[in-house]
């Protein structure tokens, strides 16, 4: 249906950028989520993706066809580049029956006006258009009933929208988006005021609405859950950076820094502050101030060459900024952008005062459902708390001062005070360079044999 493209775009309210000079590919028929915290562009993105909002420079395409062009002057407005709209807000006509509601965009379709074809299509030429005129009675039917079995509202064509739930408002919204036969929808946390059990259903609904209309899904939320049960490829924005553009399980096992890390899991990661150096094929590394780990890394990557791969690169990136500090119109950004500040659970704030960090100095990143326990496992701990949901249990383990999450799955009855063992699985084990926050490789660790000490 559609294949969207943008190069270099960004969107800024003097030295304050939305969006800072985005570079993203979205392919046909692809379901992509823009994901992020609060304020971090992700709207914006998908609002000058859409027209309805200019960025201030770049360019943007759709089928290669260029719908914003700072350099060539070019800003085509909404209504002409075929795309449909759901927001949080569904703004049904409270006063229309649900036909009326799905068949108002068609009435009004004339000068981009589109052909039905006995299935209930709208048909376009190569081009997109299609002769001027409006369509008739039975096309507006045919157009409506095709896109209200689609979501499953047939039976529903008679009644207003204060006479349905606000999942079937939904789908009402979402069969009115779709009637006009739009290249890509785009979607801005459609599910935030359902509940939770609706959310779950909606979301099973969309990724088969996906499938059925062959239409590009440009969805945008802050909840994780979301972007990792619906999405094809998840872009992970920050502070107006995008921090990551992959495949869900990617963005989850293999992140690009701690900020994605963080965000992206519940419960989320574990991190665990390391010292320690390369020793052969191994890092020897000390965690919880006194417990002895062993970090294999996957693929037998040395750390030093991996800092020098990474000092080049990051020269680059400032030789670039440099290179476009000196261009005319440059503004300086305002909202600079920081290593992000990861958290380390503890039961109470030991007082520590940060020193200063070196490349000796790591973080790793333990999902919880890497952690096992059992009776011969290497580190003792206590059970600090103990969350049972049938399926699983959520444990916090209690490790001198530190406390770490596990998932445990199986109906495990943990007390609290309980004293376990504990070891780390998989190779799926995370290493950060505390410096800098980006991820170094992805390995094993294994715990040296020690007993639980409290502060």
Wanted: net charge neutral; charged share 25%; aromatic share 8%.
């Amino acid at each position: 249906m559609a294949r969207i493209e943008l190069k270099n775009v960004s969107k800024r309210w003097g030295g304050y950028y939305a969006v800072e000079h985005l570079d993203l590919t979205i392919e046909d028929n692809a379901f992509v989520t823009l994901l992020g915290p609060s304020g971090c562009g992700k709207t914006t993105t998908l609002r000058m993706i859409a027209g309805l909002e200019t960025p201030t420079e770049g360019r943007i395409t759709i089928d290669d066809v260029p719908m914003f062009d700072s350099d060539l002057g070019i800003n085509v407005p909404p209504n002409k580049r075929r795309v449909g709209f759901l927001f949080q807000n569904y703004a049904l006509w409270p006063n229309m029956t649900v036909f009326q509601n799905i068949a108002f965009g068609l009435s009004n379709i004339n000068e981009s006006g589109a052909r039905v074809n006995e299935n209930g299509e709208v048909e376009r030429d190569e081009t997109g258009k299609s002769p001027a005129r409006k369509l008739s009675k039975e096309e507006i039917k045919r157009a409506v009933d095709r896109v209200s079995a689609i979501v499953k509202i047939g039976q529903f064509m008679d009644r207003y929208p204060s006479e349905l739930s606000g999942g079937q408002q939904q789908r009402v919204a979402i069969a009115r988006t779709l009637a006009p036969g739009p290249r890509v929808l785009f979607m801005d946390e459609p599910l935030s005021n359902l509940d939770a059990k609706l959310r779950l259903e909606m979301r099973s609904e969309l990724q088969r609405l996906h499938l059925s209309t062959g239409s590009t899904f440009v969805y945008v939320t802050h909840d994780q859950m979301e972007a990792m049960t619906l999405a094809t490829r998840i872009c992970l924005i920050d502070n107006g950076v995008l921090q990551q553009y992959d495949e869900p399980l990617t963005v989850y096992n293999t992140p690009n820094n701690l900020f994605v890390a963080d965000f992206v899991g519940n419960p989320a990661v574990n991190f665990i502050e390391a010292t320690g150096s390369q020793n052969g094929d191994t890092l020897d590394l000390t965690i919880f101030k006194n417990i002895k780990a062993a970090f294999k890394p996957n693929g037998g990557l040395k750390i030093a060459d991996w800092y020098a791969k990474d000092d080049q690169q990051q020269a680059d990136i400032q030789a670039e900024k440099a290179r476009k500090a000196k261009e005319p119109g440059y503004v300086e950004k305002t909202n600079k952008d920081t290593v992000f500040k990861y958290n380390i659970a503890q039961v109470e704030d030991d007082g520590e005062k940060a020193s200063a960090i070196s490349r000796s100095d790591f973080v790793l990143g333990v999902r919880p459902e890497f952690i096992r326990i059992g009776d011969n496992e290497a580190v003792e701990g206590e059970v600090f708390s103990a969350m049972p949901t049938g399926m699983e249990t959520t444990v916090r383990i209690r490790v001198d001062n530190f406390l770490l999450t596990a998932v445990v799955f199986g109906g495990v009855v943990y007390k609290i005070g309980q004293k376990v063992r504990l070891s780390f699985s998989g190779d799926n084990i995370m290493l950060f360079s505390r410096e800098n926050g980006r991820l170094i490789v992805n390995g094993s660790a294994e715990l040296k044999s020690s007993k639980l000490v409290k502060s």
